[in-house]
């Protein structure tokens, strides 16, 4: 055989393969759709949209991964009703609308819980996938474009074979989305992530500050406003202290009262400050990274929320900046931080982690 014609059988052996294996993930993501069964490892982005049709909820939980540790089963017995998570790691407000908009569409909506971290006021307002009412009309050519993907053709084998061996792993709405289900907290994975991790600055310089305010009068506080017959439990996060380590404290403080104060103006929502907890923000062992917590710490808000602790009022809003305020100034910041590369910095699992997400960066 020339050596033209074995490129060219080559060429075609290849082709042919590629084209079996998305048909085979396209085909079996299919059947997952069409199941009245909840999967885990779905992508909240196109995922939701399924669910919003299928499932029966009149309460939804929506946000960031921020919000995909809570458990459906302890919002019910915290607030009556039936909740589903529609959730999306890193979803901006952009997305939190376009899930919101979807859900009231099918369903009869009465509450809503939702993760507002300070820095993502700052984030950009797109949407990072199609709109689920694009992916409901076209679900079959974005099932096609995502079957050419090497995760998705991984996703859909591990599903396949489990189902091959009376193994599908079908979630409860309790285990929908909850990475914490994959991976665990520990002050070690922590320090990896605030040694060798940038993180994201969604508040850089003093136009993303100005910026941010602008997004929340006129398009976040709108979305709150547009549904004024549903209750909106919206929270501060308790992100870890060590995600404060490299803000301007003072810039950071002033956004977070103007944003406390338009939030405040709505008169259906109800806001709490986690970024108080300080007990729970200091211990470095309810984290993976920087921002991330524990699902005990989903349960715990959850329990709060219901008893009305940490709320935000306009009688006590200046007592709450001013408690944050001196917890910031008290921190030491280098000491932990020395403390943290004293211990971890030597590690060969934290070495082994720094260069496993160089590779991954590279392989991107």
């Known amino acids: 055989m020339s050596e033209r014609k074995c490129f060219i059988l080559t060429l075609a052996i290849i082709i042919a393969a590629i084209l079996l294996a998305a048909a085979f993930s396209f085909c079996v993501s299919g059947v997952r759709e069409n199941s009245d069964r909840l ?13 919003i049709r299928k499932f029966p909820f009149d309460s939804v939980i929506l946000g ?4 995909q540790g809570f458990k459906c089963s302890e919002f019910d017995a915290a607030f009556g009703g039936q909740s589903m998570k529609l959730c999306a790691v890193g979803a901006n407000f952009a997305e939190v609308k376009e899930f919101l908009d979807f859900a009231v569409k099918h369903k009869k909506i009465k509450r809503a819980m939702l993760d507002t ?3 993502f006021f700052g984030r950009d307002l797109t949407l990072d996938s199609f709109p689920l009412e694009y992916y409901q009309e076209n679900s079959d050519m974005v099932r096609l474009k995502k079957s ?9 084998f591990d599903f396949f074979w489990d189902y091959l061996r009376g193994k599908v792993k079908y979630i409860t709405r309790d285990e929908l989305y909850d990475w914490n289900r994959r991976r665990p ?4 994975l922590l320090a990896q992530d605030v040694l060798y991790s940038s993180g994201k600055n969604y508040l850089k310089d003093d136009m993303a ?8 009068e006129n398009v976040i506080l709108p979305i709150f406003r547009k549904y004024s017959d549903i209750e909106f439990i919206l929270f501060f996060p308790p992100y870890s202290m060590m995600y404060y380590l490299d803000k301007d404290h003072d810039k950071y403080l002033a956004l977070k009262k103007e ?19 300080f007990p729970i923000m200091k211990n470095l062992n309810n984290y993976k990274d920087r921002t991330h917590y524990s699902g005990a710490i989903n349960s715990w808000m959850i329990s709060q929320i219901k008893d009305g602790n940490y709320r935000v009022t306009a009688q006590n809003k200046d007592k709450l900046s001013a408690d944050f305020r001196e917890c910031l100034k008290s921190y030491d910041f280098q000491k932990e931080y020395d403390r943290l590369k004293s211990t971890y910095g030597n590690s060969k699992k934290v070495k082994k982690s720094k260069k496993s997400k160089k590779s991954k960066k590279a392989q991107k």
């Open 209 to 216: 500050y100005k910026n941010a305010i602008v997004k929340a």
């Open 39 to 51: 999967f885990s490892l779905a992508d909240g982005r196109t995922y939701n949209s399924v669910i």
């Open 259 to 277: 944003i406390t104060e338009l939030l405040l103006s709505c008169p259906n929502v109800k806001l709490y400050d986690f970024e108080t907890a």
């Open 117 to 119: 971290p300070v820095a």
């Open 64 to 67: 960031s991964s921020m919000s």
């Open 185 to 188: 907290c520990s002050e070690s």
């Open 148 to 156: 050419f993907s090497i995760n998705a053709l991984i996703d859909e």
